[in-house]
């Protein structure tokens, strides 16, 4: 089965610098690769997800990659704000998979 | 819309003991699960219903009952609690499968003594 692992499981960076957070999978059937972001007290949101007819896809200040080759793919965040304190989950499935995997989480912290 | 609500938002247990966590949803979604999450862990499927009546295992099934007999509800059930099933737990729907927008709920803290 599908298996994922992301890292680092803890990060700090300044306020304003960028934070990537890397993910690596193990089926090449998976195509779809969500992440997550999940604040204090509360469930994980959808923040942005890639599929794998792309290599990258940005939204404002958060970008994805993705290398289909080497099986794995990342979260850019540019200029990093307080509130982008979070733990952060990748995911991967694939279209017809009942399921989706998540990775371990990373736990990212804005230093001001 | 309520999106996804879930009750107890924390719980306390003896070993032994057992209890429900509800989860509803109203949106209409046919695919609902739940999760588990440890730290280090991430989130950890336990048990999953692609409809009202179909329910399936995940990773971690065992210790947990589920049923789904309507498409908005989908109660987690602890038979016999065991200290290793201290947990939050989540709630999620979505409108199908594998590559659809999980929507969470807010969790359930469970701690069993």
């Known amino acids: 089965g599908e298996n994922v692992e992301q890292h680092p499981s803890t990060l700090s960076v300044q306020e304003g610098d960028s934070a990537v957070i890397k993910c690596t999978y193990s089926d090449s059937a998976s195509n779809y690769f969500p992440w997550y972001k999940q604040e204090l007290g509360k469930g994980p949101q959808l923040i942005i997800d890639?599929?794998?007819?792309?290599g990258e896809k940005k939204d404002q200040r958060i970008a994805v990659t993705l290398n289909k080759t080497a099986k794995h793919f990342s979260l850019h965040i540019t200029e990093t704000q307080p509130e982008d304190s979070a733990v952060y989950f990748c995911?991967?499935?694939?279209?017809?998979?009942?399921?989706?995997?998540f990775g371990s989480g990373t736990r990212l912290s804005i230093r001001p | 819309n309520a999106g996804v609500t879930q009750t107890p938002k924390f719980q306390v247990l003896k070993t032994g003991q057992s209890m429900t966590l509800q989860c509803a949803q109203d949106m209409n979604h046919e695919y609902m699960s739940w999760y588990r999450q440890d730290p280090g862990m991430g989130l950890r499927l336990i048990h999953y219903?692609?409809?009202?009546?179909?329910?399936d295992q995940g990773e971690v099934p065992n210790g947990y009952n589920v049923s789904r007999s309507t498409t908005e509800d989908f109660p987690l059930r602890l038979l016999s609690a065991a200290p290793s099933q201290t947990s939050v737990y989540f709630c999620?729907?979505?409108f199908g499968l594998g590559q659809e927008t999980q929507y969470f709920g807010p969790g359930t803290r469970l701690l069993v003594l």
């Open positions: 219903s692609v409809g009202a009546g179909i329910t």
């Open positions: 999620a729907s979505s």
């Open positions: 995911a991967a499935s694939y279209s017809s998979a009942s399921k989706i995997i």
């Open positions: 890639i599929r794998s007819n792309v």
